[in-house]
């Protein structure tokens, strides 16, 4: 039965198959002959009523580990009670000595998961929640996130989207806890195409992203009434753009890591421009410049992967 880890928790555990063999004299066991449907999800009803001789047991193991409920034969099968040595179990449905079914394993560090289960893995529908408070509920295959499904962690931080193999990929919202929110694409986990960031301040940038940076074609707003429409690289203006002052005047032209550099042109909004005022602008440029390097900076910490620091 293999356990989800986080970035903060990891809770490997034995398959619930790999409980050793049964140690010579072991205790109670009370026979009943019934006949019980198997229990497994994805089986079809027709093959779910074929009869089972069924008895309850009490059964110790030579790992240290204790069953207790539905055998069939030597096999548990039925509902069923596992608990490891080091105090994790697993209670729920079984089928030929795997979880299937409906069920929940707890682990000793504190983890949980209830939901569906198949053939000893995390199959279908359940909710993850680790010792640390953070939780994750959704679909799962073969023991991972995969499909829609909705992430919290403690201090707020919520995603509710698609996932892949344990991973954030596809189209989803991330939400801070300052407010700021992420809702596009998403790739290994990372803000990775097409997608809008918007910070807590209300500065928004939409366009395209690679590895959680601003890379490609965007705009970028700010609620002064400053605006750039182009080029970015590694969340810097890099290549062709538009900057626009709240005034209306504009520099259209090259930028080269976040500077205006080579072929441009000044529209002031007052008119014609003197060398005075182009240089004025230029000044402008670049304390706008100034600023989107402390906004940088806090992209880029708020960018990191909120898995990684949970």
């Not at 229990?39 to 093959?47: N, Q, Y």
């Not at 995969?146 to 990929?169: F, I």
């Not at 500065?203 to 074609?217: C, I, L, P």
């Amino acid at each position: 039965m293999g356990a989800t880890g986080s970035a903060s928790c990891s809770c490997a555990q034995p398959h619930a198959s790999d409980a050793g063999d049964i140690l010579a004299g072991d205790v109670h066991t009370e026979i009943t002959k019934i006949e019980k449907p198997r229990l497994c999800s994805g089986v079809s009803s027709k093959a779910s009523l074929e009869p089972v001789e069924i008895k309850r047991s009490s059964r110790r193991y030579e790992d240290g580990s204790v069953y207790i409920g539905d055998l069939s034969g030597k096999h548990r099968h039925g509902q069923g009670k596992l608990v490891w040595a080091d105090g994790s179990l697993y209670e729920g449905s079984w089928k030929n000595d795997q979880a299937c079914g409906l069920g929940k394993f707890a682990s000793a560090t504190g983890d949980v998961y209830i939901g569906e289960w198949e053939a000893d893995e995390k199959k279908g529908v359940g909710q993850f929640t680790f010792a640390d408070g953070a939780s994750y509920q959704g679909q799962w295959l073969q023991d991972k996130k995969h499909g829609e499904g909705m992430e919290y962690w403690p201090d707020g931080v919520l995603y509710k989207g698609s996932y892949k193999a344990g991973m954030k990929s596809g189209q989803g919202v991330f939400t801070w806890a300052d407010g700021s929110t992420y809702t596009g694409n998403f790739e290994d986990n990372c803000m990775h195409g097409e997608g809008t960031y918007t910070w807590s301040d209300r500065r928004k940038y939409t366009g395209q992203w690679r590895s959680n940076r601003m890379h490609g074609e965007g705009l970028f707003t700010w609620t002064d009434g400053r605006k750039y429409e182009g080029n970015y690289v590694n969340d810097q203006k890099h290549g062709h753009g538009i900057f626009t002052w709240p005034d209306g005047s504009t520099y259209t032209g090259e930028w080269l890591y976040g500077k205006p550099c080579g072929i441009g042109t000044y529209f002031l909004a007052t008119g014609a421009a003197d060398s005075a005022e182009l240089a004025a602008a230029a000044e402008a440029a670049e304390a706008a410049e100034a600023q989107d390097a402390v906004q940088s900076v806090q992209s880029e910490e708020a960018n990191e992967d909120p898995e990684a620091s949970a």
